[in-house]
């Protein structure tokens, strides 16, 4: 079984900056990417970025130029450094995790909440 736990949301104001981190431990082989996705209140869960084994990245458009994914392979840890916070951005985020092509987990999510 695969864990992963986030950490690093909070309250921040508006052009503001938040790193989110998350760890994954258990029975993992052959990870594809980590990456974070987010649920703004009263909307659907949408994707924010992913960062494959190798190191490539992919951000949606709306956090491009202010969200820098990264990752540690040793630690199967991936990061989210998000500068430049908008009220927008405010919701909770998902650590998510695939693994040997179609092995998908799932963190309990951590809220960041951007004040205008």
Known sequence: QVQLVESG???VQAGGSLRLSCAASGSIFSIDFMGWYRR????????VATVTSSGITNYADSVKGRFTISRANAENTVYLQMNSLKPEDT??????LLAAGSLNYWGQGTQVTVSS
């Open 91 to 96: 919701g909770v985020y998902f650590c998510n």
């Open 9 to 11: 949301g909070g309250l």
């Open 40 to 47: 703004a209140p009263g909307k659907q869960r949408e994707f």
